[in-house]
């Protein structure tokens, strides 16, 4: 079993920058793909970013496409997400999630992730 804690959001100015932080418990983290996933005020949560157990490997929904990073220590059990030029209609509460050790696509499917933290709000005020 693998427990999520997410933080570094905040408020910040369109064009902006922010990094947001994933630990993670659990002795199968290096073997667990990892997700950000987020939901926006009225709306469905939707994918955002998946890395591979190894780290070598991500998928980016297109709209954050070039702007995100997502990264992963497995020495230290944390994943990143790092995200520049920031835009208004990124505004949502982030969601770090993982899925069942096994379970090795990167899937986009919130259902297909089995672990999630309580979110962290990012606003980016224009």
């Known amino acids: 079993q693998v427990q999520v804690v997410e933080s570094g959001g905040g408020l910040v100015q369109a064009g902006g920058s922010l990094r947001l932080s994933c630990a993670a418990s659990?002795?199968?983290?290096?073997?667990?793909?990892m997700g950000w996933f987020r939901q926006a005020p009225e709306k469905e949560r939707e994918f955002v970013a998946a890395?591979?157990?190894?780290?070598?490997?991500?998928y980016y929904t297109d709209s954050v496409k070039g702007r995100f990073t997502l990264s992963r220590d497995n020495a230290k059990n944390m994943v990143y997400l790092q995200m520049n030029s920031l835009k208004p209609e990124d505004t949502a509460v982030y969601y770090c999630?993982?899925?069942?050790?096994?379970?090795?696509?990167?899937?986009?499917?919130?259902?297909?992730?089995?672990?999630w933290g309580q979110g962290t709000q990012v606003t980016v005020s224009s």
């Open positions: 890395i591979s157990r190894s780290g070598v490997t991500t």
């Open positions: 999630a993982a899925r069942r050790t096994g379970m090795n696509y990167l899937s986009v499917r919130s259902a297909d992730y089995d672990y």
């Open positions: 659990g002795r199968s983290f290096s073997s667990v793909v």
